[in-house]
């Protein structure tokens, strides 16, 4: 085995769980490499309703364990990553006769408030909606509201930055790498991975694997590790749709469908309203995963119920479907599968240990990874202590507060950027912003124009930086410039960055 490279441990997966385990696990001692076989988050990662949220709608499904965790959680993340993640308050308006009543709805705000150590976010409240400015956007149809708190994630960001400070503490993090056969002895692991451009082949050892393949961790199980007809995950699609907004308030909605679902609909990128989601089994590749016909008039007709103007599928700018890898607790209704997470190791017959994460969510991703050290601690001795409670991710390096006074240093550091492009450019990297602008001194610095606000220095940054690649990375996940760009713009970025 000799001029293998050896490590602690390997990570198979990109998403929000792979990148969160690497990143902790590197910071505590351990040698850790983890391989991607696409981009980062290109999985279920970038394709979320994109909330740091205590789920309200688990609450009915009595999961006060995951409740609890993802509430406290709120304000860990918000503090350590506040360029990508924000307060949002959320409106509920109810009537009588709705899916549930006041008092339910009330009972459970309340333990929303209490459970999770709730300091910063604001505490719900009750609106009037005949004079609450929330009722002008919707149908007459309310006469009251509960207005209360979650946050808002750049998802596919959150993935990249946890992977970025991962590699800035020593993690080898490999995209387009396809974890193609893994076997074990009793002193560690042999993984082949594959280069998915050229094809070409190597291998790496390690003394734990970790499997944080998602929606595909049951494949990894079979193809990888040889086991057959692995069932853990359930896979649940949901899609969203993008609408140009439809209300002008920073205020996202929260509706209660008739059906006993919920929809979201969120102010996203200023100038849209996104729209989800749906909850359905899925059996197909989750590479393909794709809004279908129904889901979209699902959506449409849903929102359509409450909006006084009509969203219909012509309103449509852009959709994305996922797939919930859930861990299959043996739930009838899609929508009952518990939302909690399972660790699950597997060290059979004294050979080197393989841990299993089967469900998660991006909100619990950081207590997921603490869970998940603790198993590692145990199977291959304990380095350092837990640390990522109080440990700002990339670019995220100042107080909550401080928030309006750094995106003005940055503004007046590069007064020619026009300043939705500050903004933007403040929300997306935090004080890294001053990194990928640099000496620039007038627009003509930043290089030639893709379109919207896209600048070369960006396009460089992000593949420099954050692993991008292609197009898409940079236009849907590491930016959401995709809304504002034209075809031919998307395609004269792809022809400068195959020159
Ligand atoms: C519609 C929807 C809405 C959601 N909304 C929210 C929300 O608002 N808030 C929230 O907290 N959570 C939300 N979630 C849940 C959350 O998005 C997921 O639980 C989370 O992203 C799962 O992350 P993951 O890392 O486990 O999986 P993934 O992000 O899918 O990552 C797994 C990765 O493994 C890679 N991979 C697979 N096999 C291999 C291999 N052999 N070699 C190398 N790489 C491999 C894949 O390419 C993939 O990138 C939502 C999910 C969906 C679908």
New binding site residues.
Partial sequence: MAGIPAFDIFV?????????IARDAIGRGYSVAL???????????????????G?LRYLEYYEFRLVRE?LMEREILWANAPHIIAPMRFILPFHKGGARPAWLLRLGLFLYDHLGGRKKLAATRTLDMKRDAAAKPLKPLFTKAFEYSDCW?D?ARF?VLNARDAADRGAEIYTR????KASRDKTGWLIT?QDVHSGATRQIRTRLLVN??????D??LE??EGEKHAHNVRL?????IVIRKKFDDSRAYFFQNNDGRII?AIPYEQDFTLI????QDYHGD??KVAITQSETDYLCEAASEYFREKVEVSDIVWAY??????YDDGASQAQEAT?D?VLKEDVSGGLAPLVN?F???????RRLAEHMLEKIEALIGKKGASWTDKAALTGGEFAIADYDAELAKLQKAYSFLSASHAARLFRLYGLKAHDLLGQAKTISDVGEHFGADLYEREVQYLMSHEWAQTAEDIVWRRTKLGLRMSADEVENLKNYLVK
């Fill in positions: 198979i997966g990109g998403g929000i769980n792979g990148c969160s391989a991607e076989m696409n981009d980062l988050a290109s999985g279920t990662s970038s394709r979320a309703t994109k909330l740091i949220h789920g993802a994630v998802d993935v790498t396809k974890v193609v991975l944080a393949a998602g929606p595909w961790a494949k990894v193809g990888v649940v699609q949901g899609s969203h979201f989800g989601t749906t909850d989750p590479a479907s996922g797939v919930r890898p859930l939302r997470y994460v469900g998660g969510k991006l909100t619990t991703s």
